[in-house]
T-cell receptor, first 119, second 114 residues
Framework: DTGVSQDPRHKITKRGQNVTFRCDPI?????LYWYRQTLGQGPEFLTY????????KSRLLSDRFSAERPKGSFSTLEIQRTEQGDSAMYLC?????????????????FGNGTRLTVT | RKEVEQDPGPFNVPEGATVAFNCTYS??????FFWYRQDCRKEPKLLMS???SGNEDGRFTAQLNRASQYISLLIRDSKLSDSATYLC???????????????FGKGTKLSVKP
């Protein structure tokens, strides 16, 4: 399977614990995105990388969230001191950066997501 | 005003019906527009891009009205398998200063009944 893969699929943790999720994008894709989705809502943008550079981070993202993509390949998303409000599906997506006007229409390819439950 | 707004539905239609979804966006500088489809408990998948002149892909037709900041999706001859949530998606340079991220609407739920 050469799609976007995320690990783990499910994570249950107690409030106050730290959790880390991993995303492996499609290998030739330069861009990697993290989104969060709760029931009845659309995916909410968290951050994105082009290669290893983190180009944008949502203003909604607290300091407890950090993401890395050290070698421009896989990425990790860490949530420190989890809160019940962090319970959501965390989606990773990748896309080719492309060049010029065509890059704006590069679709996102999503992984299956990591479902986080904070008790 | 939310950045991307959609009627959440649900739209309950019989097989064979024609159904239309609308979406409005707040940032006039937005440059690219898409419809994604999301099945229950699955990840979103690109349905189609939306071009200024309008575009069609089989039973699906997308339209863009930049003046009104409005996007539509029309599904003709709906099938049971069309049942899903349809997400309106907008990309624009002014969203938080980024040129890369996509802003999703909450989605419109469609249920096609036999």
């Amino acid at each position: 399977d050469t799609g976007v893969s995320q690990d783990p699929r499910h994570k249950i943790t107690k409030r106050g614990q730290n959790v880390t999720f991993r995303c492996d994008p499609i290998s030739e894709h330069n861009r990697l995105y993290w989104y969060r989705q709760t029931l009845g809502q659309g995916p909410e943008f968290l951050t994105y990388f082009q290669n290893e550079a983190q180009l944008e981070k949502s203003r909604l993202l607290s300091d407890r969230f950090s993401a890395e993509r050290p070698k421009g390949s896989f990425s990790t998303l860490e949530i420190q001191r989890t809160e019940q409000g962090d319970s959501a599906m965390y989606l990773c997506a990748s896309s080719p950066a492309g060049t010029g006007r065509g890059s704006y229409n590069s679709p996102l390819h999503f992984g299956n997501g990591t479902r986080l439950t904070v008790t | 005003r939310k950045e991307v707004e959609q009627d959440p539905g649900p739209f309950n239609v019989p097989e064979g019906a024609t159904v239309a979804f609308n979406c409005t966006y707040s940032n006039s500088a937005s440059q690219s527009f898409f419809w994604y489809r999301q099945d229950c408990r699955k990840e979103p998948k690109l349905l189609m891009s939306v071009y200024s002149s309008g575009n069609e892909d089989g039973r699906f037709t997308a339209q863009l009205n930049r003046a009104s900041q409005y996007i539509s999706l029309l599904i003709r001859d709906s099938k049971l398998s069309d049942s899903a949530t349809y997400l309106c998606v907008v990309k624009g340079a002014d969203y938080g200063g980024s040129q890369g991220n996509l802003i999703f609407g909450k989605g419109t739920k469609l249920s096609v009944k036999p």
